[in-house]
């Protein structure tokens, strides 16, 4: 079946350390967004990416980054300059010529700071 | 700054119930706009969306319906079963142009409890 695996479920990050989140799609999609979810709130846009070796900012870029050597693959490293990064970070992508509804959803990874 | 929101962060109905789901938001260039649901620990699941030219859209028992005029928008699910029982996000794009084409805003969320 295709769709987005997002890997690990569960991470934990000790104080000033970098972790990458891996995300993963087999749906020949050309964009893919990372988001991060906090309790009780909506998803914000962390990065995005429209096309292979290309990437933009989104609206909390700062202590995150993103590479996309593959348009199959889209990881999100965590950075020790992001100062509250516990979260539920969600990958999502969309393929070609697909509008706004055609976004699919990972199922998530919850990272947590130790 | 323009962001999307809801007037209600909980909502308990009793199953079989018709449940109503209200979302306003501030931006004039929305041009689509999509309802989804969360369940725990997963990733959001579209339900039903609506363009900007239109006032109401049917779904398998659930509607939606947009008000440019006072810019709120509500997702009406009929016949409310446990299975509905999620957190539901409006999201809002404008019209496409260029890159940034298709990137979504997202409201806080409503969280719905079915009573059995």
């Known amino acids: 079946d295709g769709g987005i695996t997002q890997s690990p479920k569960y991470l934990f990050r000790k104080e000033g350390q970098n972790v990458t989140l891996s995300c993963e799609q087999n749906l020949n999609h050309d964009a893919m967004y990372w988001y991060r979810q906090d309790p009780g709130q909506g998803l914000r846009l962390i990065y995005y990416s429209q096309i292979v070796n290309d990437f933009q900012k989104g609206d909390i870029a700062e202590g995150y980054s993103v590479s996309r050597e593959k348009k199959e693959s889209f990881p999100l490293t965590v950075t020790s300059a992001q100062k509250n990064p516990t979260a539920f970070y969600l990958c999502?992508?969309?393929?070609?010529?697909?509008?706004?509804?055609?976004?699919?959803f990972g199922s998530g990874t919850r990272l947590t700071v130790v | 700054g323009e962001s999307v929101g809801l007037h209600l962060p909980t909502l308990s109905v009793q199953e079989g119930d018709n449940s109503i789901i209200n979302c306003a938001y501030s931006?004039?260039?929305?041009?689509?706009f999509i309802w989804y649901k969360q369940e725990s620990g997963k990733g959001p699941q579209f339900i039903i969306d609506i363009r900007s030219n239109m006032d109401k859209r049917q779904g398998q028992r659930v509607t939606v319906l947009l008000n440019k005029t006072v810019k709120h928008l509500s997702l009406q699910i009929a016949a409310t079963q446990p299975g509905d029982s999620a957190v539901y996000f409006c999201?809002?794009?404008?019209?496409?142009?260029?890159?940034?084409?298709?990137?979504?805003?997202f409201g806080k969320g409503t969280k719905l409890s079915v009573i059995p």
């Open positions: 999502a992508s969309r393929g070609p010529g697909q509008g706004a509804s055609d976004y699919t």
């Open positions: 931006n004039s260039a929305s041009d689509y």
């Open positions: 999201a809002e794009t404008p019209a496409p142009s260029g890159a940034g084409s298709y990137q979504l805003t």
